[in-house]
């Protein structure tokens, strides 16, 4: 046999495995319909340095929201349901059981910890541990993807529903949203909870992957990280009406956080080259992936690195404090230094505040 007719022969074998691969290997997502998007290259920043100082606070798994009370306790919720609050020296007592996998965290004016509960919906936490459901349905559909949350001045609290489909519930593992992110198809909710009529109302939806929420300055205005679209979209409280805040934003964002001074911190995951240039911008190559082993997709014992980014008010990046691993999936500000949230990781971390 020539060579020419060897090869010839071998790229259509490899054809008819391709094919063999897409056509019968169902992936766990069905039905599953990519879109394809070009990311294009992250924005530059002027100012990239690594984070310094980051050390171990506690040790515990899955950390991935922090809040502080008035008297300056530390909370966090873990990957069992729980949620744990720190005494002086980081050693975790036992603060409330919440259920499902409890993300964004937030103490409201009366001194209750609100939860954006994975599964379950948004909760209060009453300063002894009694758990209530605030709501788990908004528009007449089931809020499946509580994810993170903020409280405006008047009490009102936002917070996002990420994911209209996909959660541990309707997809066994911790890879949904890596298939959110290959499907590519907006199925994400703004939501907004009145405490004082007790009713639950869906501003915004055809978002990806809402993530972060913070209300502006002037409580005008909401800010949501889109963490599948790499941007910050600012949500107009008055009309309803949404703009670009920040785009190209070089990682994937999670936690988004509003300092004294109107900075914004925002933890962000690293972006994947081969994600970014092989994968997303063609539907076939997102056939393929998600055919792949969910293990190869998101690895929890091998969680992926990341940074912070200081935003101005504005919208531009101040700074990237690079090289944290694992990524902060939130960094919230605690006496003169900063606390970092982990989605997969084993500890609850510190690190001094940058000015």
């Given at each position: 046999m020539n060579l020419k007719r060897a090869a010839v022969i071998g790229l259509g074998a490899a054809a008819l495995l391709a094919g063999a691969f897409v056509v019968f290997l169902r992936p766990p997502v069905d039905p599953f319909d990519p879109i394809a998007w070009d990311p294009g290259p992250p924005s530059e920043i002027a100012h990239v340095t690594p984070?310094?100082?980051?050390?171990?606070?506690?040790?515990?798994?899955?950390?991935?929201?922090?809040?502080?009370?008035?008297?300056?306790?530390?909370?966090?919720?873990?990957?069992?349901?729980?949620?744990?609050?720190?005494?002086?020296?980081?050693?975790?007592?036992?603060?409330?059981?919440?259920?499902?996998?409890?993300?964004?965290?937030?103490?409201?004016?009366?001194?209750?910890?609100?939860?954006?509960?994975?599964?379950?919906?948004?909760?209060?936490?009453?300063?002894?541990?009694?758990?209530?459901?605030?709501?788990?349905?908004?528009?007449?559909?089931?809020?499946?993807?509580?994810?993170?949350?903020?409280?405006?001045?008047?009490?009102?609290?936002?917070?996002?529903?990420?994911?209209?489909?996909?959660?541990?519930?309707?997809?066994?593992?911790?890879?949904?949203?890596?298939?959110?992110?290959?499907?590519?198809?907006?199925?994400?909710?703004?939501?907004?909870?009145?405490?004082?009529a007790k009713t639950t109302t869906v501003l915004?939806?055809?978002?990806?992957?809402?993530?972060?929420?913070?209300?502006?300055?002037?409580?005008?205005?909401?800010?949501?990280?889109?963490?599948?679209?790499?941007?910050?979209?600012?949500?107009?409280?008055?009309?309803?009406?949404?703009?670009?805040?920040?785009?190209?934003?070089?990682?994937?964002?999670?936690?988004?956080?509003?300092?004294?001074?109107?900075?914004?911190?925002?933890?962000?995951y690293d972006r994947v080259p081969l994600l970014d240039e092989r994968i997303l911008p063609n539907v076939w190559t997102r056939w393929l992936a998600a055919r792949l082993p969910a293990a190869l997709l998101a690895d929890e014992d091998d969680p992926i690195a990341g940074s912070i980014l200081v935003i101005a008010p504005d919208g531009r990046i101040e700074r990237r404090l690079s090289g944290i691993d694992p990524a902060p999936a939130n960094v919230v500000p605690h006496g003169k230094g900063w606390l970092l949230g982990s989605l997969q990781g084993g500890e609850l971390r510190t690190m001094p505040a940058v000015s």
């Open positions: 984070a310094a100082g980051v050390s171990s606070l506690a040790a515990l798994p899955g950390p991935e929201d922090v809040a502080v009370d008035s008297a300056g306790r530390i909370h966090t919720g873990l990957l069992d349901g729980r949620i744990v609050r720190l005494r002086p020296g980081g050693w975790p007592e036992p603060f409330a059981e919440v259920g499902g996998r409890p993300l964004g965290l937030v103490f409201d004016a009366r001194g209750h910890l609100l939860v954006a509960n994975h599964g379950v919906g948004l909760q209060s936490v009453a300063p002894d541990g009694t758990v209530t459901l605030l709501t788990d349905t908004a528009g007449g559909e089931p809020i499946r993807f509580a994810n993170d949350l903020a409280v405006a001045a008047d009490g009102t609290v936002y917070f996002s529903d990420s994911n209209s489909r996909l959660n541990n519930s309707t997809l066994d593992g911790s890879a949904f949203s890596v298939y959110d992110f290959l499907e590519g198809r907006p199925r994400g909710r703004l939501l907004r909870y009145d405490p004082a915004a939806e055809g978002l990806y992957f809402p993530n972060g929420v913070v209300v502006t300055d002037d409580q005008r205005a909401l800010l949501v990280v889109e963490s599948t679209r790499y941007r910050v979209t600012r949500y107009s409280l008055a009309d309803g009406t949404t703009t670009t805040f920040l785009d190209r934003v070089p990682g994937i964002g999670d936690g988004f956080t509003r300092l004294p001074d109107g900075r914004l911190l925002l933890g962000v």
